[in-house]
């Protein structure tokens, strides 16, 4: 059997990550520009993008399923023809995935915790 590289599933994982951030944009990114030093009266309609919070965060969960289908579905090993990934690759990518979770996950609970830390 010849080996070939693993379907990625680097497009989801980003697309998933942006939608992350649009989802805690309320709460993450006013915080970190008072953080950099960075103020005004602008941070405050920041505010605004959180009626759309359950938008990103339903396209967020939505990537990240497609990825982890991507890398553990039935055809993440081998296909019909007989061609197979190579297991570090994949065992790479599947680590990656679960690094790029953790912080998604975090993202997405950010606006919920946000409240301890102000």
């Known amino acids: ?52 919070r359950p938008w990103f965060v339903s396209a967020t969960l939505l990537c990240l399923a497609l990825a982890f289908w991507a890398l553990y579905g039935p055809a993440s090993r081998c296909r019909t023809d007989g061609v197979c990934v190579d297991p570090l690759v994949l065992r790479r990518r599947r680590r990656w995935l679960w690094l790029a979770t953790a912080l998604i996950v975090l993202l997405l609970l950010f606006p919920y915790a946000a409240g301890w830390f102000l």
Do not use: N, R
Not at 30 to 44: E, F, N, Q
């Open 1 to 52: 059997m010849t080996t070939l590289l693993a379907k990625s599933s680097l497009p989801a994982v980003i697309v998933a990550l942006f939608a992350a951030i649009g989802a805690s944009v309320c709460c993450v990114v006013p915080l970190v520009l008072v953080l950099l030093g960075i103020s005004g009266a602008w941070i405050a309609h920041l505010t605004a993008l959180d009626s759309w």
